[in-house]
């Protein structure tokens, strides 16, 4: 059994006069996940991301309104949060925030205006905002695809990748510091009509594999980068002949159409799991194979209801089940590959973000 005991961060959509994060411990031996803190006043911090800068912990978030939104930058202490910056525009939707590899900039996806906005990183921590760029264009779906929905950006190896639901397509950019913007290239993916990618990983000694998740078709794409770009190596369906389950469907009916949350892959790129909402409430899990394609393994349910993310914390998986607002843990025993429910749980107003407190 793991011992190590690991601090958690939560992000959720918790009202101003609510705890919108919360810090937690997760302590596996004692079969326990505890509150030890939280920060109020922002509305809506749905999605999270730390940097360690020297001894301090500067945490990244946005806040959520009908009018627009915020990007913050909060300096972590013990005696609780101190706003370092604040970046108010038109952001309707803010949905993702990252920090890049190099840790000198941050960058947020916007789902509802379909745009990308980067900021500097600067000495104490606060950001200084650099560019935007704008998606424009609709998919195949009139219903969830009439505008751009830019739903995820993250960089690697000096380029970024943006993954636009509503335009079927995961953008890559080229990433100009010098002159502060991004750059387009010819290397974006496109998929298949309709199908909305959502979320994305990296992985491979060579940062020569990308695992996609769409939301809308529930499938998991898997590609191979050469000297051409990226090459579709293999397409899993995230539920493959899935049967209505009781366990696998509370409250929500097998007939509605289950979508694609969350992607995360373990620390030794082994395993593959993605969070399943709506439908099915549930996590699958694949093994990935030495070529980097991916075999099914199993689909267990959360405990709760819309499993918007997870993190992966040794053999653990804690869940962030916003309509239920409870935070479950499941565990993945490498033996038998399969995921179990446990026992432990905490409360939490909407949790939608986990993330390692560093």
């Given at each position: 059994?793991?011992?190590?005991?690991?601090?958690?961060?939560?992000?959720?959509?918790?009202?101003?006069?609510?705890?919108?994060?919360?810090?937690?411990?997760?302590?596996?031996?004692?079969?326990?996940?505890?509150?030890?803190?939280?920060i109020?006043?922002?509305?809506?911090?749905?999605?999270?991301?730390?940097?360690?800068?020297?001894?301090?912990?500067?945490?990244?978030?946005?806040?959520?309104?009908?009018?627009?939104?915020?990007?913050?930058?909060?300096?972590?202490?013990e005696?609780?949060?101190?706003?370092?910056?604040?970046?108010?525009?038109?952001?309707?939707?803010?949905?993702?925030?990252?920090?890049?590899?190099?840790?000198?900039?941050?960058?947020?996806?916007?789902?509802?205006?379909?745009?990308?906005?980067?900021f500097?990183?600067?000495?104490?921590?606060?950001?200084?905002?650099l560019?935007?760029?704008?998606?424009?264009g609709?998919?195949?779906?009139?219903?969830?695809?009439?505008?751009?929905?830019?739903?995820?950006?993250?960089?690697?190896d000096?380029?970024?990748?943006?993954?636009?639901?509503?335009l079927?397509?995961?953008?890559?950019?080229?990433?100009?510091?010098?002159?502060?913007?991004?750059?387009?290239?010819?290397?974006?993916?496109?998929?298949?009509?309709?199908?909305?990618?959502?979320?994305?990983?990296?992985?491979?000694?060579?940062?020569?594999?990308?695992?996609?998740?769409?939301e809308?078709?529930?499938?998991?794409?898997?590609?191979?980068?050469?000297?051409?770009?990226?090459?579709l190596?293999?397409?899993?369906?995230?539920?493959?002949?899935?049967?209505?389950?009781?366990?696998?469907?509370?409250?929500?009916?097998a007939?509605?159409?289950?979508?694609?949350?969350?992607?995360k892959?373990?620390?030794?790129?082994?395993?593959?799991?993605?969070?399943?909402?709506?439908?099915?409430?549930?996590?699958?899990?694949?093994?990935?194979?030495?070529?980097?394609?991916?075999?099914?393994?199993?689909?267990?349910?959360?405990?709760?209801?819309?499993?918007?993310?997870?993190?992966?914390?040794?053999?653990?998986?804690?869940?962030?089940?916003?309509?239920?607002?409870?935070?479950?843990?499941?565990?993945?025993?490498?033996?038998?590959?399969?995921?179990?429910?446990?026992?432990?749980?905490?409360?939490?107003?909407?949790?939608?973000?986990?993330?390692?407190?560093?």
């Amino acid at each position: 059994m793991e011992k190590r005991k690991r601090e958690i961060v939560l992000g959720g959509y918790g009202k101003q006069n609510e705890q919108g994060i919360c810090f937690a411990e997760f302590a596996p031996e004692q079969g326990s996940l505890r509150k030890i803190s939280g920060i109020g006043g922002l509305s809506a911090p749905t999605y999270l991301a730390i940097l360690k800068k020297g001894g301090d912990r500067i945490l990244y978030t946005f806040e959520r309104s009908g009018q627009g939104g915020a990007v913050v930058a909060l300096l972590l202490s013990e005696k609780g949060a101190q706003e370092l910056s604040r970046f108010t525009a038109d952001w309707i939707g803010p949905c993702h925030i990252s920090v890049s590899e190099k840790e000198d900039l941050v960058y947020c996806a916007s789902y509802g205006k379909g745009n990308i906005a980067v900021f500097r990183i600067l000495e104490d921590g606060g950001l200084r905002y650099l560019c935007k760029i704008q998606h424009v264009g609709h998919g195949a779906r009139p219903d969830r695809q009439s505008v751009p929905h830019c739903h995820f950006a993250g960089d690697r190896d000096g380029e970024l990748f943006v993954a636009d639901l509503g335009l079927d397509k995961v953008f890559i950019y080229g990433i100009d510091r010098e002159n502060e913007t991004l750059v387009p290239t010819d290397r974006d993916i496109d998929f298949p009509a309709g199908s909305g990618p959502r979320h994305l990983v990296m992985a491979g000694e060579k940062r020569d594999r990308l695992y996609v998740l769409t939301e809308m078709s529930s499938e998991v794409f898997a590609y191979r980068k050469t000297e051409a770009g990226w090459e579709l190596l293999d397409r899993a369906d995230a539920l493959p002949g899935m049967e209505p389950s009781e366990e696998l469907c509370v409250p929500a009916s097998a007939d509605v159409l289950s979508v694609g949350s969350a992607i995360k892959m373990s620390a030794d790129e082994k395993y593959l799991f993605v969070s399943l909402r709506l439908g099915y409430q549930a996590i699958t899990a694949f093994r990935v194979e030495e070529d980097g394609r991916l075999t099914y393994l199993c689909t267990m349910g959360t405990g709760g209801i819309t499993p918007r993310d997870f993190g992966v914390f040794g053999n653990h998986l804690i869940v962030a089940n916003k309509d239920s607002d409870m935070v479950t843990v499941m565990h993945f025993d490498r033996q038998t590959e399969t995921l179990s429910l446990t026992d432990i749980k905490m409360e939490m107003v909407q949790p939608t973000c986990v993330v390692a407190a560093r």
